[in-house]
């Protein structure tokens, strides 16, 4: 038999060992399949556009770091903190935004990341140093720099690393809890007039330990197996009502102390794990997820 040579065209394909009506493939081609490939190849030809809605939402908390750092700049260290708070909130809608709205996309996910870098990698960093931490000469550009560096990393990882963590923790402190503790501390020391240079230090050890602890394995609740849609008793809007008014008692001090709070309460989850012989890792934290099943099997 003579080898096949193969001529592939636009519309006609021709294998060698056969005549012109014994080709099969030609034959199906002219069967009416010769319109189903090309109307194949018109889809994958096909242009994709973006999503509107949720990546308007994720520039806008973009503009949030960028007006964080301009303030920054400008010696306006009130408003660079609003700038990080508000693209926190913002942060947290485009996801639910795009889940909800079923316009998930990968653009979007490394939109979000890239979004996430400037707002809480490198804002947070530069507003430190420009408020305090130029005042400690080499050490406070080092500070800044881990605190940014090690957002960069935290948030390559949760790239890579999205299919096989527990979805009910993060793998070290999320990168918007970790800003928030660097642009919560300098908003309480601006509400209660403390000069920034008498606590040049304790600006130092809070970007070095968020920074750090953004790149640990320690598991930090994520908060994601909460559903809004689900009913709760009498009892928890109550509770709400209470945070409300309670945080309304002086904000700064509240809420910073809420941030720090949960950036400690990692390590109070890892030692409890580690006292109980539990796994202390959030990759082999869950069996039961469909992304992870045969994930942690021995």
Known sequence: MRPWPFSFGARHVHCGAFGPDENPLENAMHDGHETEVEHLGEVRRRPKGIYFLPNMITLAALFGGFYAVVMAMNGRYDLATVGIFVAMVLDSLDGRVARLTNTQSAFGEQMDSLSDMVSFGAAPALIAYEWTLRDLGRWGWIAAFVYCACAALR????????????????????????????????????????????????????????????????????????????????????????????????????????????????????????????????????????????????
């Not at 602890?213 to 009502?241: E, G, H, I, W």
């Open 155 to 298: 948030l390559a990882r949760f790239n890579v690393n999205t299919g096989v963590v527990d979805k009910r923790y993060f793998q070290g402190l999320p990168s918007p809890a970790a800003a928030a503790l660097v642009a919560g501390f300098i908003w309480l020391m601006q509400e209660t007039g403390v000069a920034p240079q008498d606590v040049s230090w304790v600006m130092f050890v809070i970007t070095l330990y968020t920074g750090l602890t953004m790149v640990t394995n320690v598991p930090f609740y994520s908060f994601k197996d909460l559903s809004l849609k689900r009913s709760v008793p009498f009892a928890a809007l109550v509770l709400v009502a209470l945070g409300i008014a309670v945080i309304n008692i002086h904000p700064p001090t509240v809420l910073f102390l809420l941030f720090v709070l949960y950036g400690l309460s990692g390590y109070g989850v890892y030692l409890w794990r580690k006292s109980k012989g539990r796994p202390t890792s959030v990759i082999s934290t869950s069996t039961d997820e469909p992304d992870e099943r045969g994930l942690h099997d021995d």
